[in-house]
């Protein structure tokens, strides 16, 4: 029998082209037209539940219903009530009788997923129905018969729960018959580039958004990323990015800033302490950074002391952090930095300046300097890209540039 992938591909909207999306379509492809039970092996957002799906629709109960069922997700004290149902009076707020997950799949499909979380009491009453076809609601002493395709999905090595006395070593047995193992998305990481395309346009024609599609350097940060989240946190950061830059091409520096990836590299030698926490640290680098102007002395001294009328200079938010005009001439090259008459701010404006406000300052005309290169502009403030991103977007520093 042909297998055709393409039509499987396409009735979940499967994305890839790696070796691994191939052989996983073949495998669906070959098991989906029989009733055998199906074992998805798979790490936490790497698509186990797409893979049920694929399973479903190509199968000859695709017209019936599938229910997917999170056995993580439903108190061990309920579970058994909500696979199986339950008789009125069965228990306090038991009111009416109920119809279980397995009678609503009737004929269709149920999809047990992370079954390795399900209690072992109700992994023994799950056995049943996979070797017998029936089960009992609770409260109730009639059986009732199931007609229904098993799936079950699991992040958790199950051996090893079994050795752990967590998982019934018949009922792992009785799964496994099929394992489809689904490949973390750091094993195929080429098809990470036909992710991005596709959740890129579909998440900005949702929310009308204008896409300019991210550069082969950002596309190639992301392949470089671990993806402990797998495609689930992709499609997350791919979405939140485009957000937070809406209109733009997304280049290496948003996707860093997205992901929380720093070249900001910790060192015995830092200029404060770091017992801290990380933005009480960082303000104090940017502090140091204007009281002390250890690189390039000089040309930050010029954009300081510059006239209001020179060129393009950026005048402070605040004209106290302007240097007294007369002492500019009093600056020679050969002045020591740790001359303590040597001053960033007026004497006269101590006690009216926050650290906001010296912080904007210095990021404002270091930007200015570096003509808006963050990069450049992070490395002489001494912080991380991370940190300027966001001083940037609290003190609105792109509106000021775009002139809003």
Not at 160 to 181: M, V
Not at 258 to 287: A, C, H, M, Q, W
């Amino acid at each position: 029998m042909s297998i055709d992938i393409n039509k499987i591909r396409k009735s979940v909207g499967f994305i890839g082209e790696s070796d691994q999306i191939h052989d996983m379509l073949t495998t669906i492809g070959q098991v989906a037209t029989t009733d055998i039970i199906v074992l998805i092996n798979g790490e936490s957002g790497s698509g186990k539940e797409m893979v049920a799906k694929a399973i479903h629709k190509s199968s000859k109960r695709k017209f019936e219903s599938m229910i997917t069922v999170n056995c993580a997700a439903i108190p061990a004290g309920t579970i058994e009530s909500e696979l199986f149902g339950h008789k009125k009076g069965s228990f306090t707020g038991a009111s009416e009788n109920r119809k279980g997950y397995f009678e609503a799949a009737d004929k269709g499909t149920i999809f047990l997923d992370e079954i390795g979380d399900m209690p072992i009491e109700t992994q023994a009453k799950l056995l049943r129905v996979i070797e017998q076809k029936e089960f009992i609601r609770v409260g109730d002493t009639k059986t009732q018969k199931s007609d229904v395709r098993i799936i079950a999905a699991t992040n958790r090595d199950l051996y090893s729960e079994i050795k752990k006395g967590n998982f019934r070593q018949d009922l792992y047995f009785r799964l496994k018959t099929i394992t489809i193992n689904v490949a973390p998305l750091r094993d195929h990481t080429d098809d990470i580039s036909l992710y991005i395309e596709r959740f890129g346009l579909e998440f900005t024609a949702k929310n009308d958004i204008h896409f300019k599609g991210f550069t082969p350097d950002a596309i190639q940060v992301m392949k470089k990323f671990s993806w402990p989240g797998n495609v689930r946190e992709l499609k997350n950061t791919v979405e939140s990015v485009i957000v937070m830059n809406k209109g733009e091409r997304i280049s290496p520096d948003m996707v860093k800033l997205s992901l929380g990836i720093s070249e900001y590299n910790s060192d015995s030698n830092l200029p404060v302490f770091t017992n801290d926490d990380s933005d009480k640290v960082e303000r104090e680098l940017i502090l140091k950074q204007l009281l002390f102007l250890r690189q390039d002395v000089n040309d930050l001294k010029q954009i300081l002391l510059r006239d209001d009328n020179i060129g393009d200079t950026v005048k402070p938010s605040n004209p106290a952090l302007y240097l007294p005009i007369e002492r500019q001439g009093n600056y020679g090259n050969n002045v020591s930095i740790e001359d303590g008459s040597i001053k960033g701010i007026k004497d006269t404006a101590i006690g009216e300046l926050t650290l906001e406000e010296i912080e904007q300052e210095i990021i404002e005309k270091t930007l200015k300097k570096f003509n808006a290169n963050r990069r450049k502009t992070a490395k002489a403030l001494n912080i991380s890209e991370r940190t300027l991103y966001r001083k940037i977007n609290e003190y609105g520093l792109d509106k000021k540039k775009n002139g809003e």
